[in-house]
């Protein structure tokens, strides 16, 4: 089964996994843009960067969009060795590599995410839902892969059949995209990059030494607004 792109026909009501980064936040205007109306699932599952969860509803509020937070802080204690949801664990710098990145996966977060918001798509009766996966995660993160995307649609069609509403799609719209090429789609949107968040540390300031978020906004000719911390 192949995951069906939302342009192919009309969407009334997504679900969308929602952290505060740039694809999160420009998924949710690109949904809006197409006449779908998004309804932002936040997760607190114990991650050090919590401050996303405020910038976060911060958005859904100025997008008029409903949003819940739902707690999931057990899992940081009940899956360590993550640089995510363990501070002893640094945080990695730079560019990312396939050694420097495998400090951040936290294991099975997007399938235990979209389990749970497929669960909130069926009670508040939606087509779809969507999450974040593009072609900028790197192979390390096995849950943002294309084949991991179509055989969970697969599971969540099967493990839910009567039920979904009908046609009801799981979507990673941007699973084709760059970093670079997501920053462009949210600078068409309008989307507030003041507001997003990109670092993992959490701290009052995005990460000084990061560099995927600085490269995307220089090789679209945007300003970045954000405010980042010496090195």
């Known amino acids: 089964m192949m995951i069906e792109r939302p342009e192919h026909r009309h969407l009334e009501h997504a679900v969308v996994i929602a952290s505060d980064g740039l694809d999160?936040?420009?998924?949710?205007?690109?949904?809006?843009?197409?006449?779908?109306?998004?309804t932002l699932?936040?997760?607190?599952?114990?991650?050090?960067?919590?401050?996303?969860?405020?910038?976060?509803?911060?958005?859904?509020?100025?997008?008029?969009?409903?949003?819940?937070?739902?707690?999931?802080t057990s899992l940081g204690a009940l899956l360590p060795g993550s640089a995510l949801t363990d501070s002893p664990v640094a945080v990695p710098d730079g560019h990312y590599t396939a050694e420097s990145i495998a400090a951040t996966v936290v294991p099975n977060r997007n399938a235990i995410m979209l389990d749970i918001t497929v669960a909130v798509a069926i009670v508040v009766l939606a087509d779809a839902v969507a999450f974040g996966a593009n072609a900028g995660d790197h192979a390390i993160y096995s849950d943002c892969l294309p084949e991991f995307a179509e055989r969970f649609a697969r599971?969540?069609?099967?493990?839910?059949?009567?039920?979904?509403?009908?046609?009801?799609?799981?979507?990673?719209?941007?699973l084709p995209l760059t970093k670079i090429d997501?920053?462009?789609?949210?600078?068409?949107?309008?989307?507030?990059?003041?507001?997003?968040?990109?670092c993992y540390r959490g701290r009052g300031a995005h990460c000084g030494t990061g560099?995927?978020?600085?490269?995307?906004?220089?090789?679209?000719?945007?300003?970045?607004?954000?405010?980042?911390r010496a090195a």
């Open 24 to 38: 999160s936040t420009a998924r949710a205007y690109w949904l809006a843009a197409r006449h779908s109306r998004p």
């Open 41 to 72: 699932v936040l997760f607190d599952y114990g991650q050090r960067h919590r401050v996303e969860l405020g910038h976060a509803a911060e958005i859904a509020r100025l997008h008029l969009s409903p949003h819940r937070i739902i707690d999931r």
């Open 155 to 174: 599971s969540a069609l099967v493990a839910n059949e009567r039920l979904l509403v009908p046609g009801f799609q799981v979507l990673a719209p941007f």
């Open 182 to 198: 997501i920053d462009g789609v949210g600078e068409a949107l309008t989307v507030p990059f003041a507001r997003t968040w990109s």
């Open 211 to 228: 560099t995927e978020r600085r490269e995307a906004f220089l090789d679209n000719n945007i300003a970045d607004p954000a405010i980042y």
